[in-house]
């Protein structure tokens, strides 16, 4: 167990979903288990108990991290202060939350201080399920009339399901994006004449987009944008560019000796590519994290060197349209924070043989060879011989999303079984969503409840700050289509995960917005105020996790970052039923980008009613 899973235990990332009724307390260490059996525990577990096929005896105190799922029995737990006994071991439900969301979600991303999820697909199609509201109309070429009046953007009200129709003029298919200090989204690539552009949006009521044609300085098509320490962008790769460069300030454009060969991307190139919208992480030292198709690389985007690179991972690619999916796992932080590198660590999971795409693609009859059901995690700050860690999920996925949780624990959803990205290229929907336990022993994963609606290739989701999970879009066809295998998917879920177990609820929190710091500089420290929990708020049951909302698109959900803030303390407050908790904000932008944040509390394993907006900078 690496140190980095140590911290995350004493910071009670473990979930709860027992399988039996027990009375537990606080207990401050962290006991794994997978199958063993451990007796007599007379000390604490902060982290809980991690029990896989376990069995856990006369527990002398309590467990305040909760249980992690699996199929652990804990057996003669001593009677615990505020702990509740809970009995079900739940799997989730599911919501229908809009019928028609006017676009195919192939790229989502939520826009903060506001409760809209930003939703587009592409120009190129001409077509959608919502019309915008009037003149003017896009001017096209090749339409009747020379104009397409539909709508290939929207802004969906997350809590009410309401659709704003925005405007677009180059085409955004397969482009990338993040979100800059101020919240607002900057855009960059896609198809044809929106290759080379950069967009932008910002978050006011009436703002729409503002398009930049010619910026970059080479086309970007299924590219990966990158923020930052500094909050800059840098955008790598695309389809027959091996290159990167930064973004250039808005109304700038860049040259073509402002681009830079990357020979990374010339050697991960297969002959159908599985190197493009490569996984790409801001490390804690400043370096770049960059894995492409089955190997990565640290590059110092000072200096444009590689410093390092990671062993490969086996057995298949894992970029498009190999279109696995990655995370970086939560980087969890410690109070007044000295230490020289802060621990990080990436995980991988999912893909497709090295030629999937040409079996599904480009063969007739089409294969549809089985997806890799594998996931691997490795500490990316580890320069000396560090192995991937590989562990295998209940099924295989491609097409996926990995999402960090608020809890930390990551769940995979969306996606297929066999096959590869690409028109009618994947079979076999994997409906069935996962959820990774980081840390802790025995089983790491559990399937959760099903959805009805297959969500294949051009599937997008996203965390709200609720803590439930937007699910929307796939289109396997090149056009909008409703009679097909697998129609063109305009409805939109929600699903609430394992910690909505309504035996949990009372230990769901709530932020007293008005009463917290929602801008806070590097380094320094600031308050949260929370109603309820505990009458008395007990630390060592707590998180406070700051969560960057990732722009998702094609399995690749660009810039998720989930920080856990060191706590100093926590007192009554003073009103009836509230507590201040002491925190202390990253101390700079390796550890977390300049930009805006959900920022989640976290007890006993269950989020906070609704996160709360809050903005770190220098």
């Given at each position: 167990?690496?140190?980095?899973?140590?911290?995350?235990?004493?910071?009670?990332?473990?979930?709860?979903?027992?399988?039996?009724?027990?009375?537990?307390?606080?207990?401050?260490?962290?006991?794994?288990?997978?199958?063993?059996?451990?007796?007599?525990?007379?000390?604490?577990?902060?982290?809980?108990?991690?029990?896989?096929?376990?069995?856990?005896?006369?527990?002398?105190?309590?467990?305040?991290?909760?249980?992690?799922?699996?199929?652990?029995?804990?057996?003669?737990?001593?009677?615990?202060?505020?702990?509740?006994?809970?009995?079900?071991?739940?799997?989730?439900?599911?919501?229908?939350?809009?019928?028609?969301?006017?676009?195919?979600?192939?790229?989502?991303?939520?826009?903060?201080?506001?409760?809209?999820?930003?939703?587009?697909?592409?120009?190129?199609?001409?077509?959608?399920?919502?019309?915008?509201?009037?003149?003017?109309?896009?001017?096209?070429?090749?339409?009747?009339?020379?104009?397409?009046?539909?709508?290939?953007?929207?802004?969906?009200?997350?809590?009410?399901?309401?659709?704003?129709?925005?405007?677009?003029?180059?085409?955004?298919?397969?482009?990338?994006?993040?979100?800059?200090?101020?919240?607002?989204?900057?855009?960059?690539?896609?198809?044809?004449?929106?290759?080379?552009?950069?967009?932008?949006?910002?978050?006011?009521?009436?703002?729409?987009?503002?398009?930049?044609?010619?910026?970059?300085?080479?086309?970007?098509?299924?590219?990966?944008?990158?923020?930052?320490?500094?909050?800059?962008?840098?955008?790598?790769?695309?389809?027959?560019?091996?290159?990167?460069?930064?973004?250039?300030?808005?109304?700038?454009?860049?040259?073509?000796?402002?681009?830079?060969?990357?020979?990374?991307?010339?050697?991960?190139?297969?002959?159908?590519?599985?190197?493009?919208?490569?996984?790409?992480?801001?490390?804690t030292d400043g370096n770049l994290f960059v894995f492409a198709n089955n190997r990565s690389i640290l590059l110092d985007p000072r200096t444009n060197q590689v410093v390092h690179e990671f062993p490969v991972l086996p057995?298949?690619?894992?970029?498009?349209?190999?279109?696995?999916?990655?995370?970086?796992?939560?980087?969890?932080?410690?109070?007044?924070?000295?230490?020289?590198?802060?621990?990080?660590?990436?995980?991988?999971?999912?893909?497709?043989?090295?030629?999937?795409?040409?079996?599904?693609?480009?063969?007739?009859?089409?294969?549809?060879?089985?997806?890799?059901?594998?996931?691997?995690?490795?500490?990316?700050?580890?320069?000396?011989?560090?192995?991937?860690?590989?562990?295998?999920?209940?099924?295989?996925?491609?097409?996926?999303?990995?999402?960090?949780?608020?809890?930390?624990?990551?769940?995979?959803?969306?996606?297929?079984?066999?096959?590869?990205?690409?028109?009618?290229?994947?079979?076999?929907?994997?409906?069935?969503?996962?959820?990774?336990?980081?840390?802790?022993?025995?089983?790491?994963f559990t399937e959760l409840n099903p959805t009805t609606i297959p969500r294949m290739y051009h599937s997008t989701s996203a965390v709200l700050p609720d803590g439930k999970i937007l699910i929307a879009g796939s289109n396997?066809?090149?056009?909008?289509?409703?009679?097909?295998?697998?129609?063109?998917?305009?409805?939109?879920?929600?699903?609430?995960?394992?910690?909505?177990?309504?035996?949990?609820?009372?230990?769901?929190?709530?932020?007293?917005?008005?009463?917290?710091?929602?801008?806070?500089?590097?380094?320094?420290?600031?308050?949260?105020?929370?109603?309820?929990?505990?009458?008395?708020?007990?630390?060592?049951?707590?998180?406070?996790?700051?969560?960057?909302?990732?722009?998702?698109?094609?399995?690749?959900?660009?810039?998720?970052?989930?920080?856990?803030?060191?706590?100093?303390?926590?007192?009554?407050?003073?009103?009836?039923?509230?507590?201040?908790?002491?925190?202390?904000?990253?101390?700079?932008?390796?550890?977390?980008?300049?930009?805006?944040?959900?920022?989640?509390?976290?007890?006993?394993?269950?989020?906070?009613?609704?996160?709360?907006?809050?903005?770190?900078?220098?």
């Open positions: 167990m690496t140190a980095t899973v140590i911290r995350m235990l004493g910071r009670g990332l473990c979930v709860f979903i027992p399988l039996l009724l027990v009375s537990v307390n606080c207990l401050p260490g962290g006991i794994p288990a997978g199958d063993d059996i451990i007796k007599n525990v007379g000390i604490g577990l902060s982290g809980g108990i991690a029990a896989g096929g376990g069995i856990i005896k006369n527990v002398g105190i309590g467990i305040p991290g909760g249980i992690a799922v699996g199929g652990g029995i804990i057996k003669n737990a001593g009677i615990a202060e505020n702990i509740a006994n809970v009995g079900t071991n739940y799997k989730g439900v599911w919501e229908l939350f809009s019928l028609n969301s006017g676009v195919s979600a192939m790229h989502l991303i939520l826009l903060p201080t506001t409760n809209n999820a930003l939703m587009f697909d592409a120009t190129i199609w001409k077509v959608s399920k919502l019309k915008l509201p009037g003149p003017p109309c896009r001017k096209v070429e090749d339409t009747p009339n020379g104009e397409d009046c539909f709508a290939h953007s929207v802004l969906m009200d997350y809590e009410t399901a309401a659709v704003k129709p925005l405007r677009l003029q180059y085409d955004t298919w397969c482009s990338s994006g993040s979100l800059d200090v101020n919240g607002r989204l900057v855009s960059t690539g896609g198809y044809n004449n929106g290759s080379d552009t950069v967009r932008t949006l910002d978050i006011c009521p009436n703002c729409g987009w503002k398009e930049y044609p010619g910026t970059l300085g080479n086309g970007r098509w299924y590219a990966t944008q990158v923020t930052l320490s500094d909050g800059k962008f840098m955008v790598f790769g695309g389809r027959d560019f091996p290159t990167y460069e930064f973004v250039p300030p808005e109304g700038k454009r860049n040259a073509k000796n402002q681009v830079i060969p990357f020979k990374f991307l010339v050697e991960t190139h297969d002959p159908v590519e599985n190197n493009l919208y490569p996984f790409i992480y801001l490390n057995n298949g690619a894992r970029n498009y349209p190999a279109s696995g999916s990655s995370c970086m796992l939560p980087i969890v932080l410690q109070p007044n924070e000295k230490r020289p590198v802060i621990p990080a660590e990436v995980l991988v999971c999912g893909g497709a043989p090295h030629d999937a795409f040409t079996l599904a693609d480009l063969n007739r009859p089409k294969v549809f060879p089985p997806a890799n059901m594998e996931c691997a995690r490795i500490d990316i700050n580890n320069r000396g011989p560090v192995n991937w860690r590989i562990m295998n999920m209940p099924s295989p996925r491609i097409l996926g999303d990995a999402l960090v949780l608020p809890t930390g624990d990551v769940l995979l959803i969306n996606g297929a079984k066999s096959g590869s990205a690409g028109w009618d290229d994947a079979r076999d929907p994997n409906m069935t969503p996962v959820l990774y336990r980081v840390a802790g022993a025995g089983p790491e396997t066809n090149p056009t909008y289509m409703d009679v097909a295998l697998f129609p063109t998917e305009t409805r939109v879920e929600k699903f609430s995960p394992h910690y909505f177990d309504p035996a949990l609820d009372h230990f769901r929190t709530e932020i007293l917005f008005d009463k917290s710091g929602k801008k806070v500089k590097y380094g320094k420290r600031f308050e949260v105020v929370v109603r309820g929990g505990d009458q008395n708020l007990d630390m060592t049951k707590l998180q406070v996790n700051i969560y960057y909302p990732p722009f998702t698109t094609h399995g690749i959900s660009m810039n998720q970052r989930l920080v856990s803030l060191g706590i100093y303390d926590v007192k009554k407050g003073g009103a009836p039923d509230t507590s201040v908790i002491g925190l202390q904000a990253p101390p700079n932008g390796n550890i977390a980008p300049p930009g805006y944040y959900m920022l989640f509390v976290v007890y006993n394993g269950v989020p906070c009613r609704r996160a709360m907006w809050a903005q770190f900078k220098k």
